[in-house]
């Protein structure tokens, strides 16, 4: 793990093994506890990630407008173009928020260049396990462990972590143990079990369908020259110029096995896979890829949004300063989700946002999926909308406007 180059600071003395907390992050071969061996769970998964991955992290600033624009610098570059030589935005995010659904953590480390402290990439890390410490003066500290061996300690403060189902744990989310899904485990292995019974059932529709007993005692070749027979007798009657009888002599008698396979009804398939992608926070029509509108604005504000905000919390916590962070600096992942709302909902919300200045051309151009135009940067407002302060000026009738009066309101013009 060459990755792991630069800490900010040093454990002070002894680190305090007694507030110890530990997060296990089991590579299971086997299904028992490995959600991501579920068809269900890695379909559920693969749809948060991939809509996840669409949102767009920016490095803004807060100006005294307040306006929010948008800082060049290392920072920006990487979060909008390459954050690590192995991946694109699209392929960081959609680790990033896989890592987080399987695990219930994930953890991303910069990486800064030793003299200069630029910094140099940001890497999605998958520990087998890690440990948290507290040292003398009270800073934490995680010790990652590796699949090769390694081990690794870092400054809390170094490592940007995100959490889901952060609750009972002081600083993992789950229950402690990164790789904890009981609340989901025994439906996961209730729905493998019927998928497996009714494999077996399949499997048990082309197995023996009747025994064909010898009334006399034949030699093993005997036997086998009568079962020869019998096969051949079930060939002609199967084929085209056959017949559906299959002819046996006094000798033979065939009983045959009644074979009554057991198939789960559907409705119980249904519903166990309902549990599963709600644990998600997935629909069925996001699970399908056949959403309605509204089921697409349920799945983001359920489910997209609070990770959007995560994200930006947790990155502008970790890669800016509190400096920086008081001056109005901030690292925001924003969703355009009306993309995927229907052509009459995007052309009401142009009419209604370019009415208040909200939305120029090139921007309403592009919620139509449309290219940018020349001098299309410019913001046309309604004039039905007027200061509230001067609203008086402009109401019909008003023959005020430009007298002179006294402080008893009377007129003081020249007429």
Request: charged share 25%; proline share 3%.
């Amino acid at each position: 793990m060459s990755i792991f180059k630069r800490k900010k600071k040093v454990p002070n003395d002894t680190l305090d093994t007694t507030a110890l907390y530990r997060a296990t992050l089991n590579s299971f071969s086997d299904f028992g506890n490995n959600i991501n061996a579920s068809d269900v769970v890695k379909i559920c998964i693969d749809r948060i990630a991939t809509h996840s991955a669409k949102l767009k992290p920016r490095y803004v600033k807060t100006g005294s407008d307040p306006i929010l624009t948008e800082k060049k610098g290392d920072i920006s570059y990487l979060l909008k173009f390459q954050p690590n030589p192995l991946m694109t935005p699209f392929d960081f995010i959609y680790k990033v928020v896989s890592l987080l659904f399987l695990n219930n953590n994930t953890f991303i480390y910069p990486v800064y260049d030793h003299e200069t402290h630029e910094l140099l990439a940001l890497y999605p890390i998958k520990p087998n396990s890690v440990e948290a410490y507290k040292d003398n003066l009270g800073d934490i500290y995680l010790k990652f462990y590796f699949s090769d061996g390694s081990n690794y300690l870092l400054p809390y403060e170094n490592v940007i972590h995100i959490r889901k189902f952060f609750a009972t744990d002081e600083i993992f989310g789950g229950s402690g143990a990164i790789s904890d899904h009981a609340a989901i485990l025994k439906t996961i292995a209730i729905n493998d079990s019927i998928l497996q019974g009714i494999d077996n059932a399949v499997k048990s529709s082309f197995q023996i369908k009747g025994l064909l007993k010898m009334n006399a005692m034949l030699s093993e070749k005997d036997k086998q020259k009568q079962r020869e027979l019998f096969d051949d007798a079930i060939k002609d009657a199967t084929s085209s110029k056959g017949s559906a009888i299959v002819p046996v002599d006094l000798k033979s008698e065939y009983t045959p096995l009644n074979v009554d396979p057991k198939m789960v009804d559907s409705e119980t398939l249904t519903f166990l896979q309902k549990k599963i992608i709600s644990y998600f926070g997935v629909s069925q029509g996001i699970f399908d890829n056949k959403y309605s509108e509204e089921e697409y604005n349920a799945f983001y504000e359920g489910t997209i949004e609070g990770i959007a905000i995560s994200l930006s919390e947790a990155f502008s916590k970790t890669l800016l300063t509190k400096r920086q962070l008081e001056n109005g600096e901030q690292i925001i992942f924003y969703s355009e989700r009306l993309q995927y709302a229907s052509w009459k909902t995007k052309v009401d919300a142009i009419q209604r946002l370019m009415g208040l200045g909200i939305m120029s051309l090139n921007e309403s151009r592009a919620l139509l999926g449309l290219e940018p135009i020349k001098g299309g940067d410019k913001r046309l407002q309604s004039l039905n909308y007027v200061d509230s302060s001067v609203a008086n000026q402009y109401q019909v009738g008003d023959d005020n406007k430009g007298d002179n009066k006294d402080e008893e309101g009377n007129s003081t013009s020249g007429n």
